[in-house]
């Protein structure tokens, strides 16, 4: 972009310095202005071309990123889900094991508890 702007300035230099020089033939003066003038309009058309074009890139630069962001939102809920789900399909299987173990602790406690009742009154019936 700069190297237009500084093109067009160029061309507008010359334009001037052609058109200024007083020792120049009328029909060569002319016919530089006439050059100078159909670059300034190529110039002027091309940067608005340029423009557009740029424009319409970056419009379309921004929606395929907001397409990606809207993509990457939507998996990233997917894996916040996943992640529930396992969470708490973990903590189900860690409620369930803690459930069996303290089931598991209660039967040992009541036949540990029997075998030593079934002990001491066995001793006592000896004792007496």
Do not use: H, P
């Not at 093109?7 to 060569?28: D, F």
């Not at 708490?88 to 039967?107: F, I, L, P, R, Y």
Request: charged residues 30%; proline residues 0%; hydrophobic residues 45%.
């Amino acid at each position: 972009m700069k190297k237009l702007i500084l093109n067009i300035a160029l061309v507008l230099a010359l334009v001037v310095s052609v058109t200024s020089c007083r020792e120049t033939k009328e029909g060569a003066a002319d016919a530089v202005e006439n050059a100078a003038g159909d670059a300034i309009e190529d110039a002027a058309s091309a940067t608005g071309e340029a423009i557009e074009n740029a424009a319409d890139a970056t419009g379309e630069a921004i929606k395929n990123g907001t397409d990606a962001v809207k993509e990457g939102a939507s998996d990233a809920v997917d894996v916040i889900k996943d992640g529930a789900n396992s969470v708490k399909d973990g903590a189900t299987d860690m409620a369930n094991d803690a459930k069996d173990a303290v089931s598991d602790a209660t039967e040992k406690a009541k036949a540990d508890g029997a075998d030593a009742l079934n002990s001491a009154a066995d001793k006592l019936k000896e004792d007496n």
